[in-house]
């Protein structure tokens, strides 16, 4: 340590070791000037002892030198003016310090970034301020890719470096102010939402802003029309924040959630949170659909081949007899025009020339066809914005540390619930330093087989169970078919009794539907997982198969074997009435059903723990069962949406009363979850397998009905032996041909719709974009972990220097002591 | 924004609520001069929302101006702004680094980590766990190797947590 250490960076050892990016030169350019100017300043180092300030945690006027790397402007570190020489009170476990650190030293090691990120106004002011400019220039020029350097070594020269200042805190304010003032209004407000100041100092930047704004713009003189525009513009936008601010204070079952959150925490929360989401979206296919088919039906109600069937209470479980030639199903819309006129006979007062007319099929494949479409934007949009914030591209060993900090849940406020909570992160973190200690578990070949054995056993179980339940569907439904086609010769007048053989069907789905998760719990119960997240995973793929499959055969059977069937027979004459009635049948049952699993499951089980086995242990809340039960009935609601448009008004019944029992049985019967459960997760994989399986088999399902499968000849919008498709293009091709102004639809749809090349076109430049962002993603995970090692590397560079330049100090010191030893320690 | 004046009753109005909610018996009586309120901790930590939850002193304490845990009323809509739901995630970073930093040095070192676990745990850990604990964790979320968690380090464990946003909310 006592050679003469050369920091010039023209010294070639230096320059090969570095091959860095300009940044890190001026870091040692920085250090060497220093260095050298400790070297021939001998005498100045004494007298700039620095006195030890009495270090006061909550000072904050203490800390206000940020230090910052600038590429282009500084040549060194800007120190700042106050010198915090707190220190001695972190001197114990750090390495770096010693007992008496030379002046120069304390002066960098107080500019660091590690030791000044203390939340200072000034320090605050001046960082809103940086990254003002940066949202300005960010906004107004966009960087070329020209500007970007092509090292192969990731640079921090375009993130965001920030240049410190030594100005006053007003002069800060100021500039802050003035910046703030430039961007725009949505900019300005997320930038003073994210800064960590006081609410008063908030105000008063906001206050100083707007009083800016106001000098600047009544000083300019606009010309009088765009003065006008501009109020306006105000106007409205003043009125639609009000409308915002109204609807969030209408705010549905804000208390009860608070109250389920509060005693159950965020992961039984997560589903009333999901059943909500689904009830907003009935709510909108409901105004879609009721405003735009069901009101003008019913204002123009078609005349109706057959009297109307008495009303008996069963119609509302099996939706036939009274409801069956009702706005609820299909078979009720008119093909033609409303109101409809017979070119002779214009008994009806609405037949004049001056009322408007109403193109009842098209009209109702547009809107079927919009609301599909628009609930697929909204799926996406949240599916994607849900997997944005779960989704971590560095999935690097962090656990315990987030599981310390990030896993107690704020919102819990029982007592009892908390001490389940921290029963539940104690035993988490038990686990976690379990697993670290024994990694080594004997893990003998005979017992990976006989966990490998067990596994495929309980799988063969599952899957076997499962398609055994879905043959019995097929044959089941199979039966009931043939059974109906027959007695339709048989009685002209059905029962009451026949009607009720129609709820067979879904009564035996429901059961199964009830039934075999227990089944799959049951299983699961023998095996054992290495992780509690592997167990969910694994039971909430066997439901999903479970699900999927059944829905699979019920839509054979009613694609396939209820539409064909559709010549001759009465009963499935309007086949689209007949699946709309039983997609009825289907959620009613469901519904039912739930109410069934609830009162057993929850409720008997809570009072049969209680009183007969006398344990203090409440049945838990199973989540993911509950939310596949909401989407799988969402899934049918979906399905009959072309065959029912009035499905949502029932969905949104069943939800709402769901809800309401749900939450009463939940706050009775169940206590907190035992195990832990990771909200964000497993709430993208809802909204994932809501998008993914349910909606999108669905909405294959519709089009292929609108494609392939004729519709019946009697009833419906699209009556006649044709696809939907090709009544519709029928009826646009009316429409053009009427009013020759809208032939430019129907020149586009020929050219660009039902072109193949444009399709082809189209789905390749999808895929392009899908590998360009998957590149991306790839880029960014190696980019993160060229970062780390460049941290990593840098710290040691600092502290190398440090101690460096620490030990010239000493030398300088002590000389006389240092003398004989000169190849000590280095 | 509307009528400094109409703005001003209105908090006025909602800083009494406020007190007579919690505090009734330090209500003024004359609200002309906006008087400086503050509410002590001890009444603060009785509210149903604060009241079970382990870090309400730390939390308090960090909204309160004085750093003691008596709370104005712009403290108090400080500390559920950045509790609330659409608070920006650097918001609540920074804020959950102030909470669980007790000794208030501006790094979280071993004893305040030590303390954050039993206040998560209530004691249900042995002291070799909870300083096995201690120690995995700091040297999982320490970048500069300085043996004690810095904002930035802080920052970017969070960073990696989807979860954070979630659990760091309280519901009013």
């Keep these: 340590m006592a050679q003469n250490v050369n920091f010039d960076l023209s010294h070639p050892a230096v320059e090969a070791g570095l091959e860095s990016p300009a940044d890190e030169n001026v870091v040692h350019d920085s250090f060497s000037q220093l260095i050298a100017e400790q070297s021939q300043n001998e005498g100045l180092s004494d007298a700039i002892e620095l006195q030890h300030l009495q270090g006061n945690p909550d000072d904050d006027e203490g800390r206000d030198n940020v230090a910052y790397l600038s590429p282009s402007e500084n040549r060194g570190w800007r120190i700042g003016s106050d010198e915090a020489a707190e220190e001695d009170n972190e001197t114990q476990t750090d390495s770096l310090l010693k007992d008496r650190w030379s002046s120069a030293t304390l002066k960098i090691l107080s500019s660091m970034p590690s030791r000044t990120i203390g939340r200072s106004r000034g320090a605050i002011i001046s960082q809103y301020y940086n990254r003002t400019t940066e949202l300005r220039r960010r906004t107004q020029k966009r960087a070329s890719i020209k500007d970007f350097s092509r090292s192969a070594r990731p640079s921090i020269r375009g993130y965001g470096v920030e240049v410190d200042t030594t100005d006053s805190a007003e002069k800060k304010q100021e500039r802050l102010v003035k910046n703030l003032q430039d961007l725009s209004a949505v900019d300005r407000m997320r930038m003073l939402k994210e800064m960590p100041l006081n609410l008063s100092e908030k105000k008063d930047l906001r206050r100083l802003t707007l009083e800016m704004t106001k000098r600047t713009r009544s000083s300019s003189n606009l010309p009088c029309c765009s003065y006008l525009k501009f109020q306006i513009i105000l106007a409205l936008r003043h009125s639609w924040y009000s409308c915002l601010s109204f609807l969030h204070s209408l705010q549905l079952w804000q208390m009860p959630l608070k109250r389920v959150g509060g005693r159950f925490g965020s992961g039984v929360l997560s589903y009333f949170l999901f059943l909500k989401t689904l009830l907003f979206f009935n709510v909108f296919l409901f105004l879609v659909l009721g405003s735009f088919l069901v009101v003008p039906q019913a204002v123009y109600p078609p005349e109706l081949p057959e009297s109307r069937k008495p009303f008996t209470g069963l119609e509302l479980l099996t939706g036939g007899g009274y409801f069956s030639n009702t706005l609820l199903y299909y078979g009720y819309y008119s093909n033609h025009t409303l109101p409809n006129c017979p070119k002779n006979n214009s008994t009806r007062p609405e037949c004049d020339s001056r009322s408007l007319s109403y193109n009842m099929p098209l009209a109702y494949f547009f809107t079927i066809g919009l609301s599909f479409f628009i609930t697929c934007i909204i799926l996406v949009y949240s599916m994607s914005k849900s997997f944005g914030q779960s989704f971590r591209i560095d999935k690097s060993n962090g656990m315990l540390a987030m599981k310390v900090f990030c896993s107690w849940d704020f919102k819990v406020i029982k007592r009892s619930s908390v001490k389940l909570l921290s029963e539940n992160i104690c035993t988490q973190l038990k686990e976690l330093l379990g697993d670290t200690h024994h990694r080594l578990v004997r893990n003998t070949i005979l017992d990976k087989l006989i966990k490998l054995l067990i596994h495929g056993l309980s799988w063969t179980l599952c899957l076997g169970a499962t398609a055994g339940c879905v043959a019995g569907i097929y044959c089941f439904s199979d039966y009931m078919h043939k059974k109906q086609e027959s007695s339709e010769n048989d009685s002209e007048d059905p029962g009451l009794l026949k009607e009720a053989s129609l709820l067979a069907l879904p009564v035996l789905v429901s059961f199964i539907n009830l039934m075999l998760p227990i089944l799959f719990q049951l299983t699961a119960w023998m095996e054992k997982y290495n992780s509690p997240s592997l167990r969910t995973f694994v039971s909430l793929s066997r439901n999903l198969i479970l699900k999927v499959s059944v829905l699979g055969v019920l839509c054979f059977h009613w694609l396939k074997r209820v539409a064909g069937s559709a010549n001759g027979n009465k009963t499935f004459n309007c086949w689209e009435s007949f699946v709309g009635q039983d997609l009825y049948r289907f959620l009613v049952i469901d519904f039912i059903f739930s109410l069934l699993d609830t009162l057993f499951g929850e409720l008997l089980w809570r009072l049969f723990s209680d009183k007969v086995l006398k344990r203090n242990r409440r049945p838990g809340f199973d989540i993911a069962k509950n ?200 | 924004m509307g009528n400094k004046q109409t703005t001003f009753t209105e908090e006025q109005l909602e800083a009494h609520n406020w007190q007579e909610g919690l505090a009734p018996h330090l209500v003024p009586l004359d609200y002309t001069n906006n008087p400086d309120i503050k509410v002590p901790m001890a009444l603060i930590v009785t509210m149903p929302e604060l009241k079970e939850n382990p870090f309400r002193d730390r939390i308090v304490e960090t909204f309160s101006e004085d750093g003691q845990g008596n709370m104005s009323f712009n403290d108090f809509v400080d500390m559920f702004s950045a509790l609330c739901e659409t608070a920006p995630r650097e918001l609540k970073t920074i804020y959950a680094f102030k909470i669980y930093d007790f000794n208030r040095d501006n790094f979280i070192c071993k004893e305040d980590l030590q303390k954050t676990l039993n206040k998560l745990t209530k004691g249900e850990l042995t002291p070799e766990e909870v300083t096995l604990v201690c120690d995995k964790a700091i040297e999982e979320a320490d970048l500069d190797a300085d043996s004690k968690l810095s904002f930035s380090d802080f920052e970017n464990m969070i960073s990696k947590a989807p979860d954070f946003l979630s659990n760091f909310h309280v519901r009013i």
């Design chain 1, 627 to 826: 939310v596949l039960d909401l989407i799988y009935g969402q899934t049918l609601a979906w399905l009959g949406l072309l065959f029912t448009p009035l499905l949502p008004a029932v969905q949104i019944l069943k939800l709402l009363l769901l809800f309401y029992i749900k939450m009463s049985s939940v706050m009775m019967n169940c206590q907190a979850p035992s195990r832990p459960y990771r909200v964000s997760q497993m709430t993208t994989i809802f909204i994932t397998l809501l998008c993914f399986p349910s909606f999108l088999g669905s909405s294959v399902c519709v089009t292929y009905t609108m494609w392939r499968l004729p519709s019946s000849g009697s009833c419906g919008p699209f009556r006649g032996n044709k696809t939907m498709i090709q009544a519709g293009k029928q009826r646009i091709a009316e429409l053009v041909d009427e009013n020759r102004s809208l032939s430019f639809l129907a020149d586009a749809h020929t050219y660009l719709v039902e072109n193949p090349l444009f399709l082809f076109v189209g789905a390749a430049i999808f895929l392009i974009v899908i590998y360009f962002q998957s590149q991306v993603v790839d880029g960014q995970r190696k980019i993160i972990a060229l970062l780390q090692e460049q941290i990593e590397n840098e710290g040691e560079d600092k502290k190398f220097l440090i101690t460096r330049l620490q030990s010239v100090h000493e030398r300088k010191r002590t000389p006389a002591r240092n003398l004989p030893s000169q190849d000590s320690g280095c």
